[in-house]
């Protein structure tokens, strides 16, 4: 069964318009760790970001926020004012306490933003 | 620094022959993970190994995938016998440290069956 799940398969916005990304997880486990990566057209996947599931501050970082709340088991990510340089596909992942190493993956939301 | 490298960054095989995938991780990461991408499944898990330990093998798909760390630096990941299912993008990463840390991830080995 699917643990992460990203709705949103593609969005495209225009410059300078926000854009959130949906990311719903779903596990048993008191502690795990969300994460969310970006994958430019390039290939390379990008670490944006980790979070365990004892802290739900949401956090900033330039123009990328995350909001976390384990009542509806989300963890979504709003890139505000976006840019051309955003576009990508953009991946969710969760890590459960039996298997740290092993990342589970959405299926990506594609980030297409135009000028 | 060096980041994760992999070779070679394409490979196209005939149904049936063996390959030989590598991945060079950062210098200094004890952990290190195999991903594939494909199109109708997504960003799996294969295996990863950290120091070690015993590597943990649960997202290998069949017994014709194998993986191997020698001297906990660079690792082959394997594959028997393929078949054209196999074709995908072969993910390399590395951690620093406990595995909870963020995964470096390489360029990846796109390879094709036909």
């Known amino acids: 069964a699917q643990k992460v799940t990203q709705a949103q398969t593609e969005i495209s916005v225009v410059e300078k318009e926000d854009v959130t990304l949906d990311c719903v997880y779903e596990?048993?486990?008191?502690?795990?760790?969300l994460f969310w990566y970006k994958q430019p057209p390039s290939g390379e996947l990008v670490f944006l970001i980790r979070r365990n599931s004892f802290d739900e501050q949401n956090e900033i970082s330039g123009r990328y926020s995350w909001n976390f709340q384990k009542s509806t088991s989300s963890f979504n990510f709003t890139i505000t004012a976006s840019q051309v340089v955003d576009s990508a596909v953009y991946f969710c992942a969760l890590s459960e306490v039996d298997s740290w190493g092993k990342l589970q993956f959405g299926a990506g939301t594609q980030v297409v933003v135009t000028p | 620094g060096a980041g994760v490298s992999q070779s070679p960054s394409n490979k196209v095989t005939e149904k049936g022959k063996d390959v030989e995938l590598r991945c060079d991780p950062i210098?200094?990461?004890?952990?290190l993970y195999w991903y594939r991408q494909s199109l109708g499944q997504g960003l799996e898990f294969l295996i990863y190994?950290?120091?070690?330990?015993?590597?943990?093998k649960s997202g290998l798909p069949s017994d014709r995938f194998s993986a191997e760390r020698t001297g906990g630096s660079v690792s082959t990941l394997t594959i028997q016998r393929t078949q054209q299912e196999d074709s995908a993008v072969y993910l390399c990463?590395?951690?620093?440290?406990?595995?909870?840390?963020?995964?470096?991830f390489g360029p990846g080995t796109r390879l094709t069956v036909t």
């Open positions: 990463a590395s951690s620093f440290g406990a595995s909870l840390n963020e995964q470096y």
């Open positions: 596990t048993r486990d008191t502690t795990y760790y």
């Open positions: 210098s200094g990461h004890t952990a």
């Open positions: 190994f950290q120091g070690n330990s015993a590597p943990d």
